[in-house]
């Protein structure tokens, strides 16, 4: 007789700016932010066995982010009317089997909105921990951009210009 244990699927509901704030190696500065830390969620659902929601401030026009979600993970931005918080409070709300997800996030207001449900609450800096992230390192300012003139054709230049003033 074979005995097969199912290993239960963890569900996660995740605040995505509040996540990449506390992630080491992830900066809400880089215009790429929320496509690297899906990246880090994907890998992560893969070893987890995890289908996970991920909410971002700032979309326009919001809902869900086809390029984004794929690989148990399902990508949403909040709409311009809206933010994260809002959205993630409204499906904390509307979750059916609530107790069967964690909410991942730093928020009081969203983390008392799943405790009310009865929803087990991760801060955002435990979960970066569980994520496995690479070590922060050191950001180098970018370098000076170089504008391809000499300096005699700066100088040139400074000088029609100063000649056009008069």
Not at 65 to 94: N, P, Q
Not at 100 to 106: L, M, N
Not at 119 to 138: C, H, I, Y
Request: aromatic share 4%; charged share 30%.
């Amino acid at each position: 007789m074979v005995i097969r244990v199912q290993k239960i699927m963890q569900k996660l509901l995740i605040d995505g700016h509040n996540l990449i704030g506390q992630t080491p190696g992830l900066s809400l500065a880089d215009p790429n932010d929320e496509q690297k830390l899906v990246v880090m969620l994907r890998q992560y659902a893969a070893r987890k066995n995890a289908r996970i929601v991920v909410v971002f401030d700032s979309g326009n026009p919001g809902g869900k982010s086809k390029e984004l979600s794929g690989g148990h993970v399902t990508a949403i931005f909040a709409g311009s009317h809206t933010i994260a918080d809002r959205v993630l409070m409204e499906r904390i709300r509307e979750l059916k089997n609530s107790g069967d997800w964690i909410v991942v996030s730093s928020d009081r207001e969203v983390q008392q909105a799943a405790q009310q449900r009865r929803m087990n609450v991760w801060t955002s800096a435990d979960f970066a921990k569980k994520l496995g992230a690479a070590p922060q390192r050191e950001i180098e300012p970018p370098a000076a951009k170089d504008s391809g003139l000499t300096k005699s054709e700066v100088d040139e230049w400074l000088r029609l210009f100063k000649q056009e003033r008069k």
